[in-house]
């Protein structure tokens, strides 16, 4: 889980890796969501790990993002 915030600026340029799609923050798991790849990545210590190895598999009925 993070373990700080991430700097906004930061998250309006980052992309997934995998699709170089958009990616969506959800505070409450500590992650950056991609949808279209179906990966979750980590933030640790308020750093985005941005290594598709290090990511969560997400299913398709998981929304990825606390309700």
Request: hydrophobic fraction near 40%; charged fraction near 30%; charge should be negative.
């Amino acid at each position: 889980m993070s373990n700080g915030k991430v700097d906004p600026k930061l998250l309006e340029i980052l992309v997934c890796p995998v699709t170089k799609g958009p990616l969506e923050y959800d505070a409450a798991r500590g992650e950056l969501v991609s949808r279209q790849a179906g990966l979750a990545y980590p933030i640790r210590d308020g750093i985005p790990i941005m290594l598709p190895d290090e990511a969560r598999q997400i299913k398709a009925d998981d929304d990825g993002a606390a309700s």
